[in-house]
């Protein structure tokens, strides 16, 4: 049996709960935001526009550590908050104005 078989579990479940820290990473600076158009702040409804999924990829594949999130957080400050409710209306090109 080699090393992998025998750690398979251990080092699926230490992936796992390195992706869970990263993905909580994102959450804990979506926190303190609101969406620029309607000023949801519920964090579980809050998104990036218009690049949330490729930040969030990012996000996954680097470390914590502040040198490795530095291309995360400028990809981040090139991006609007928005809610995933008015991020639908812009996509559908429905006018929104901001609430600010």
């Known amino acids: 049996m080699t090393h992998y078989e025998k750690y398979k579990n251990t080092i699926k479940e230490g992936v796992k709960k390195a992706r869970r820290k990263r993905d909580i990473w994102i959450n ?56 995933m409710n008015c991020r639908s209306k812009i996509e559908n090109d429905i006018e929104l104005s901001p609430i600010f």
């Not at 969406?35 to 519920?42: I, K, N, P, R, Y």
Request: proline letters at 4%; a positive charge.
């Open 28 to 83: 804990e600076y979506l926190a303190d935001k609101s969406c620029v158009h309607c000023g949801e702040s519920e964090t579980c409804a809050l998104v990036f526009y218009p690049d949330n999924q490729e930040i969030r990829i990012v996000s996954r594949s680097k470390g914590l550590r502040e040198k490795l999130r530095e291309p995360i957080l400028e990809k981040i400050r090139t991006n609007k908050v928005v809610c």
